[in-house]
């Protein structure tokens, strides 16, 4: 109920121009906030200084009143106003901004989303996109769910859209996500919001909101086979560290469990404790085996050095296998 009676206040800002139209799905929770903070902000900013003025004028220094006038030590009703409306303003912006945060994290994405490997390195950006073709501009479909997993080569990027009201840093050493549906078909431009040297306000790029899945497709198929696929780089790189030999692709438990259906399985360890399949979850299986051992296995497994995009390769192949039910 509180998001809608927002909306009238948040949507004034992008009417007046004041910010980029709404081209995502979060967009619009994102604008009740900041609508919301921007006119609470307004209007005590308006009456501080409108009670400055009045109490200067008032209580001014005038021939015949040299002393303070006498007051009240305090004022019980007055104290639990100025305690009570912050508190109930405070309460709503934890409210909304808690629902949109939570939309954002896990968004109901459905059961294909359009998954995207993102790179920031300096000083550009470039997107895997699924069917093989990577780019220097990020391709979506309009109405389509996505998730875009984010790394960096380098330093701390920042992956920012404003027409999306979206932004996700991008970390060496570790994966992020972003997720969210594209509203609007069109072009819109895409920022790096950390600062990461000398080049940094260049790092520009351009989102593509294709208005149609056959549209993307077209796309995709037109520059596919020209260079090696995020996840056929990710197949090569499993067999060519050996890993196949232990992580079957059929479903066969071998020494190490199957690599099939494995993303987004809840994963049970030998300590009791479970955990999800995501990228991060890979990264660290990758680089420290022994962090989390799957119950039934045995901790043998050796940590394996892995590039960055040899890394990215191996999440975009294993998000190929299937997803366990
Ligand atoms: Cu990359 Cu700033």
């Given at each position: 109920m509180i998001p809608r009676l927002l909306e009238p206040l948040a949507a004034a800002l992008p009417a007046a121009g004041f910010m980029p139209q709404r081209?995502?799905?979060?967009a619009g929770n994102v604008d009740r906030v900041f609508g919301f903070i921007f006119w609470v902000s307004l209007a005590a900013l308006v009456l501080i200084l409108v009670l400055t003025v009045v109490f200067v004028l008032r209580y001014r220094v005038r021939s015949g009143r040299t002393a303070p006038e006498p007051s009240p030590s305090h004022h019980n009703r007055l104290e639990l106003l100025w305690s009570a409306i912050p508190l109930a303003l405070v309460m709503i912006i934890f409210g909304v901004s808690t629902a949109a945060w939570l939309d954002m994290i896990?968004?109901?994405?459905?059961?294909d989303p359009l998954r995207v490997q993102v790179t920031g390195r300096r000083w550009s950006w470039w997107f895997d996109h699924p069917g093989g073709r990577g780019a220097p501009e990020l391709h979506l479909v309009a109405g389509r769910p996505a998730v875009l997993t984010l790394a960096s080569t380098d330093v701390v990027h920042s992956l920012y859209l404003p027409d999306f009201r979206l932004k996700q840093d991008a970390v060496p050493g570790r994966f992020t996500r972003m997720a969210f549906t594209p509203v609007l078909a069109g072009n819109f431009p895409v920022l790096c919001?950390?600062?990461?040297?000398?080049d940094h306000s260049r790092m520009l790029a351009t989102a593509v909101v294709h208005p149609d899945q056959a549209s993307f497709d077209a796309w995709a198929r037109a520059g596919a086979g020209e260079a090696l696929s995020l996840s056929d780089l990710g197949k090569k790189v499993l067999a060519a560290k050996g890993c196949l030999a232990c992580h079957s692709l059929d479903g066969t438990p071998r020494v190490g469990p199957t690599?099939?259906?494995?993303?987004?399985r809840e994963e049970k360890f030998a300590d009791g404790t479970s955990a999800k399949v995501d990228e991060n979850y890979l990264r660290e299986s990758v680089?420290?085996?022994?962090?989390k051992v799957v119950a039934g296995f045995a901790n043998l497994m050796p940590p394996v050095p892995l590039e960055e995009r040899e890394m990215q390769g191996v999440v975009a192949y294993l998000q190929t296998l299937g997803t366990a039910p």
């Open positions: 081209a995502s799905s979060v896990e968004p109901a994405t459905g059961p919001a950390e600062y990461c040297g000398t690599f099939k259906g494995l993303w987004g680089v420290k085996p022994g962090a």
